[in-house]
């Protein structure tokens, strides 16, 4: 038996530092960052666009936060199933950020996946049937993903696009205020979504390509790929703008200077190096660079109340 085979003390008793590393992994698989995203989404819009001038009392209200857990917890599924999927293709792809399979059993971040969907469903239906089916129908969705859709070409970034819009609207189908700008909000982030999937698709295109996935700059190319990405960054410049002019109209300053300068300029300077980017680097920026405007116009709900 060779000194490799042994069982190390560090195997038998962790210690106390291992244990942050291992926190920091399980944090890494679920998308804690994202997470928390959707978690001040979901706040704001029901805070500033739903109820604005309700006490916190009524906002924080226990049905919201059945909402935001269910929400969530099927979120969190979502990711642990896609990189139980793609545990051949991170490897390629994103090699230093590989969980399942290494850090996480992959029969165990099944076993997560299903409670963790299931919690969800079950949370939200016991809110209303709409939300459970709503959330029914995402779960089944981010498990068609991980498990097909994803490999074709345009039906992956939809999917995801429309499981973005659809968490915008959940604190909308709660409450059915009948509020415009939410749907204003879920179609902003359906468009800017589709341009960071297909960015990212690029991106990982080197991985994709060796594990059958049909993806569209595989198929198509990265240069008409970047013309469909810019097809849908075009839209959302189109959608921003007439907000813009909408709130200007009102004399709405502060909500103007805001999407004008964090949001549409933005837009503008990422269309301008989507037009220039041709290396792997080039779209890992601009994909980050998406999950900043994001961020930027989930927060212009604090002044579009």
Not at 61 to 85: E, M, Q, T
Not at 180 to 185: A, E, K, N, Q
Request: glycine letters at 8%; a positive charge; proline letters at 4%.
């Amino acid at each position: 038996m060779s000194a490799a085979s042994l069982p190390s003390s560090a195997h038998r008793n962790p210690t106390p530092a291992a244990e942050p590393g291992r926190l920091r992994q399980l944090a890494q698989l679920i998308r804690l960052p994202n997470l928390l995203i959707m978690a001040l989404c979901l706040l704001l819009e029901r805070a500033s666009l739903l109820l604005p001038g309700a006490p916190w009392r009524v906002v924080l209200a226990p049905s919201f936060g059945l909402l935001a857990l269910a929400a969530l917890s099927i979120a969190a599924g979502g990711y642990i199933i896609n990189d139980y999927y793609d545990v051949k293709i991170d490897a390629i792809n994103r090699p230093d950020r590989l969980v399942v399979g290494r850090a996480v059993n992959r029969r165990h971040a099944m076993l997560a996946h299903i409670l963790l969907s299931g919690l969800g469903v079950l949370v939200s239906g016991a809110l209303s049937p709409l939300l459970g089916l709503v959330n029914l129908g995402s779960a089944l969705l981010l498990w068609g993903y991980s498990a097909r859709f994803k490999r074709v070409a345009l039906i992956g970034n939809l999917s995801i696009a429309t499981l973005t819009a659809a968490l915008v609207l959940l604190p909308e189908l709660q409450l059915r205020t009948g509020v415009t700008s939410v749907w204003l909000y879920a179609l902003a982030a359906l468009l800017l979504t589709m341009v960071r999937e297909i960015v990212k698709d690029v991106e990982d295109m080197r991985g994709d390509a060796q594990h059958d996935c049909y993806t569209l700059p595989i198929v198509w190319g990265v240069v008409r790929t970047k013309w469909v990405a810019g097809f849908f960054l075009l839209c959302l410049v189109v959608l921003v703008g007439g907000v813009l002019a909408r709130t200007t109209a009102m004399e709405r300053w502060l909500l103007t200077t805001w999407l004008l300068g964090l949001v549409l300029l933005p837009l503008l300077g990422l269309a301008h190096y989507l037009r220039r980017a041709d290396r792997r680097r080039h779209f890992a920026r601009l994909s980050a660079w998406c999950k900043w405007v994001m961020l930027a116009g989930v927060l212009s709900m604090l002044l579009a109340g």
